[in-house]
C-alpha cells in the first residue's frame, strides 16, 4: 500500500476586549482576510493566541468558532504552533528523506496522477495573488497542489483500519467506509500563519511518524522530535500563499469541505470528475468560477468599511 508505514522526515531543500464598535471592526477586517486573493502577500509572522480567523461561508463575518461538532457545523479545534516542514511530489530520496515521493500512502501513482515533478525551486513556480496561480510553471496540476502530510494513516493493509481508527478519527462513523478504505486521503484543513489563512488537502503522511492519533486528532504534542518536532508537511503551493518556510510555526485545523471557500486550493484537482482530467467541461467550470470570484471580490473592495458593517 505505497510507503504507509515509512517514516519520512523533511527534505534537506526546503485582548483585552474592547467596545462592540471595535470587535466589528475586527471581525470585519478578519473576514476580510479571510477571503482569497483580497489583499496582496505579507510578511508571515506567527503569534502564539489562537487565531481569530473565520470560515467565510456568507458575506457576513462570523464569530469565533468552538471546538468540535462538525455534524453541526461546528469547526474543529486549532492545533497551534506547529512546525511546519515543505515536501513535493516526485520528491527524490536524500539522507535526510529516504523515501521517494512518487507514491503517497494512499496512491500508488500520485506523481502521475498530479501530472509531473511539484518543483520546490521558486524560479520554477508561478506564485501570485493576483491571479491565484500558486503551481509549477511547466504543466497544469491535474491534483489539488495545495497538499499536506499528518502523521498519521487509518488503514493497516488494503483490507482492515487500525483499530482505534473508528474511535479516534471524528467523521469515520459518518462515512462508514469499506475495510482498509481510507477516510483521510483529500480532507480539508486550513492553516493560518500571521495574517493569513489558507485550505489544503490532507493526501499524505508524516513527518517521520504515521501512527500519532493523540495529537492529529486529540490536541497532543506531536510525537515526532525530529526537526524541531515538526507536525505537518506542507507543499510548495501552501508555502508560497503563505510565506511560510520550512522549519516555522503555523496553526492548523480540520474544516469540513461545505465550509471551504473558493480560492487557488479550489482551482485544480475539484473538477476532474466532470469531463475528464483536463477535459473541456472541467476548463469551462473551472473559468467560470474564477470570472464569479472576481466578480466578488471587486465587490467587495468598492465598499468601505461602514458599508460592510452596516451590510451586516
Not at 510507503?3 to 471592526?25: D, I, L, N, Q, V
Not at 477586517?29 to 506567527?46: K, N, R, S, V, Y
Request: net charge positive; glycine share 8%.
Amino acid at each position: 500500500m505505497g510507503r504507509s508505514e515509512t517514516p519520512r522526515s523533511e527534505s534537506s531543500s526546503a485582548k483585552p476586549r474592547a467596545g462592540s464598535a471595535a470587535r466589528s471592526s475586527l471581525a470585519v477586517f478578519l473576514a476580510l482576510l479571510a477571503l482569497p486573493l483580497a489583499a496582496p502577500a505579507q510578511t508571515a509572522t506567527t503569534t502564539n493566541a489562537l487565531p481569530r480567523v473565520v470560515i467565510p461561508t456568507s458575506n457576513r463575518p462570523t464569530a469565533p468558532v468552538r471546538p468540535v461538532n462538525p455534524a453541526k457545523g461546528i469547526l474543529y479545534p486549532w492545533r497551534q504552533n506547529i512546525t511546519a516542514t515543505v515536501f513535493w511530489i516526485g520528491e527524490t530520496p536524500t539522507q535526510n528523506n529516504p523515501t521517494p515521493n512518487d507514491k503517497s500512502s494512499w496512491d500508488q501513482q500520485w506523481a502521475n496522477n498530479f501530472g509531473g515533478f511539484d518543483d520546490p525551486d521558486p524560479g520554477a513556480r508561478i506564485a501570485d495573488h493576483r491571479s491565484g496561480e500558486f503551481r509549477p510553471k511547466n504543466f497544469t496540476p491535474r491534483l489539488n497542489p495545495f497538499y499536506v502530510a499528518l502523521p498519521y494513516n487509518d488503514v493497516a493493509g488494503w483490507a482492515a483500519h487500525k483499530p482505534e481508527a473508528s474511535k479516534v478519527i471524528p467523521w469515520f462513523n459518518r462515512i462508514n467506509p469499506e475495510p482498509g478504505k481510507t477516510v483521510l486521503k483529500g480532507r480539508w484543513v486550513q492553516i493560518y500563519n500571521g495574517k493569513r489563512s489558507c485550505y489544503a488537502q490532507w493526501e499524505d503522511c508524516g513527518p517521520w511518524v504515521t501512527d500519532d492519533w493523540q495529537y492529529v486528532f486529540q490536541g497532543k504534542a506531536p510525537k515526532n522530535t525530529s526537526n524541531q518536532a515538526a507536525g505537518i508537511d506542507i507543499s510548495p503551493s501552501i508555502r508560497d500563499y503563505l510565506g511560510l518556510q520550512s522549519g516555522q510555526k503555523c496553526h492548523w485545523r480540520f474544516v469540513e469541505a461545505a465550509q471551504v471557500p473558493y480560492g487557488p486550493w479550489k482551482k485544480y484537482g475539484q473538477l476532474a470528475g466532470a469531463a475528464g482530467a483536463g477535459g473541456a467541461e472541467a476548463d469551462a467550470q473551472r473559468r467560470y468560477l474564477e470570472y464569479l470570484r472576481k466578480l466578488r471580490d471587486e465587490q467587495y473592495q468598492r465598499k468601505s468599511v461602514s458599508e460592510l458593517q452596516t451590510a451586516r
